[in-house]
């Protein structure tokens, strides 16, 4: 029975090129162990150093080199940190004789490598002296292929290679030239294309780890490493090795090419291999190790002029899906629906995002321009569409793999742009494209043959490499990262597009689901921008700590500190808000009976969203540290804090006395970075802390663009400012038994709370219809607070009782649009929630309790 064999080209990708077991001969390697004894060598090492006879397995390295080098090796060992750092040392003598050499040492394992080299003198440092002005060319050109054939040219000047070539990768793993320099008589490789096999997989992880890779001669031997492998069995990983020798199938292709030697330095853009200068010479060739660690330099250099010219690419994208967003809002005013505006919408579109034609599905209505599916056909696509992820734009090339069905219309569109715009029902806007016949150039034909060979068949490299053209049919152009961003970002403003011009009955189904994809997006940006923050927080407060308790301490008092400036800042529906509350709010968490010893005067002042949790940051550091170490850590300290306020902005005067003598932190924590930067670098204002003997100084200062001034009030300490209002509330008179009618436990437990603290004395609570019926029949009650919504039932039965009652109460709901029942029930006002104790302190103010009660 014959049997079948396969051959896959992903056999590549698992080939271990970075356990091969030997090296390129322009070097030599030792592997040292944990205690400095020789446990590898290759085979070439006395040839290279200069010795009689390589170095046996269990030779210490002090008896192997001079004392100064050994000195010099295991401190360059002890700056190995990162797995995959690698230290170089350059022009150093190892042995007894006049030859000098260049050291690379790294980690592998258990073992410490040392490859050396001859140092050579080939080194030019004025070829790495053109850097600057080559920085200044690349600075100069608008384009990333502008920049690749500068940044090729001087690299081959630098090097001398005879072809240099910017080789940027393909998301499929293929690869483009994107710029080349070469000599005149070489034939060009600009715009070829490289299959994915021709760098497999784990070259590609490799070239991630390792930037540079050198193979100085091709028809070089390679020399083993003896012994090959360790006691384990197994062979030294030569991932961050140079001299790391190459696979035979690699070797093989550079010379089906007439490559005599090469060189690669990757190009890492935001953390990825974005892709690689791959400089060819078609003889042997080295370079010293020196001149390899500029060409390198040079690289990781363009890679940042790449990943900058990338970004604000980027951003010009996003400044072109905000002007879409404009033009769309400014296209639809006119109140017609979705579909009766894409006519008017599919221009703007089209400058922003290119396609062949458009369709918009809303609620069961198809509608489309320019070149696109039927209606029917479209019809036939959206059971698979509402299979996919409902917020997620998709973008694809080739329909007919995705959708069977799209053959019924191949000259219409081959590719698409789906954009969902709602959850339930499914609706669409789409971008189609036609097909696009593109002839794809490849360097030589990339498919792999498979031959016979000695060990048996095997897959073998190409041996053409001229240009070979291959017909792409069924495919549209590609969509491109930037464009699938600013689909994103239409999408956002389409699902606001609906609910403006949505009409009356469409609104009143699908509002709710659609405002929630809009808070999702918006909620999405917002809940990042908190949660890096507190990553920060956490972060740098690790610093601080001494053990988990304190670190506890620390990250708690600070988002507890960003919570209550939140707080104050919403309950005025995200407006300006009060300085003196924020202070009060300090006091009350930190401070405890100290608080009589806080002097607050000065102006009253209004502080905006902006620069209230920065602010809230610094005052709780402030207030914090005094309370540990300040005026306030005793009996006898005071703080003041003066305010005062115009038109070009406030400044608050912090000044304590009276507690113990004062002595400059040894060390500077994120505490004094939140307490000196924030201010400066957040809002342009300025912060200055000075450590006097009498006690802690500072004075800060916050621009007027983001102060609202009140008017001056006498000088009051927290604890007064709480005395007076609670006699006020004392005299007003406080209602004795509240009614709380609340479903939910943990709100009805802090209203609860709340209302006891204001100084009502019995609170029942209620969560149930049935219930707060009960209690109205047992209990005299002079004041109800209910929430209109209670679970499958509403209050209104509750209202009504306590109308017909006489007793005050309060409607509490989360939506703002009951206010137009409040006439209807008879309540007295509405409590918007999230609410607290202030809120609560204005209705329960001046109930008291009824007369003849």
Known sequence: MTIERRYDLTNCDREPIHELGHIQDFGALIALTGDWLVAHRSANFSRIAGLDSNPESGTPLDTLLLPEAATRIRQSVSRLVENDDVERIFDLALFDHDQTFDCAIHGSGPYTILEIEPHRQDFQGAQLRMMQPVMRKLDDALTIEEQGHIAAEELQKILGFDRVMLYRFQSDGSGDVIAEAKTDVLESFLHLRYPHTDIPRQARALYLRNRFRIISDVNAEPVPIEPGVSMDGEPIDLSMSTLRAVSPIHIEYLRNMGVGASLSISVIVDGKLWGLFACHHYSAKMLSYPLRTGAELFSALFSLVVERTLKQTQANFQRVGQNLHDKLMRAVMGGETLVESLPELRPIIQRAIPNDGASVFVDGVYEARGTGPSEEQFRALVPMLNSAASSRVIAIENLAEKFPQSDAFPGAAAGALIIPISRSP?????????????????????????????????LTPRKSFEAWQQSVEGR???????ELQIAESLRVTLLEVILRITDEAVQERAKAQQQQELLIAELNHRVRNILNLIRGLINQSRHEAMDIEEFTKLVGGRISALANAHDNITRQNWSAASLSDLIDSEADAYLSGKRDRL??????????????TVLALVLHEMITNSAKYGALCDTSGSLTIEVSCDQSGMTIEWRERGGP????????????????????????????????????????????????CGKSKRAQSPQESKVARDTDLAQSGIPERVLLVEDSMIIAMDTEECLRSLGVKDVIVEGTVATALDSLKKNAIDMAVIDYNLGSESSDRVAAELKSRGIPFWLATGYGEMEDKLEEL??????????????????????????GD
């Open 826 to 851: 008879g309540a007295k006002g509405l409590l918007v929630k999230p609410y607290g104790k202030e809120e609560l302190k204005g209705i329960v103010t001046g109930v008291g309790k009824p007369d």
């Open 476 to 482: 549209s152009a590609e969509w491109t990262e930037m």
């Open 661 to 708: 003598p004062v002595k400059p932190p040894e060390r500077r924590g994120f505490g004094t970075t939140i307490i000196e930067r924030s201010i400066p670098f957040e809002l342009n204002g300025e912060a200055k802390l000075d450590y006097k003997l009498s006690g802690v100084e500072a004075r800060f200062w916050i621009p007027g663009r983001y102060i609202v």
């Open 599 to 612: 002097i607050l005067q000065g102006d009253e002042a209004m502080v905006s969203p902006e620069a209230y």
């Open 426 to 458: 499914r609706d669409y806007f789409i971008l189609w494209r036609r097909e696009l016949k593109q002839q794809v150039t490849w360097a030589g034909n990339p498919t792999k043959p498979v031959e016979p060979g000695p060990n048996g068949d095997r």
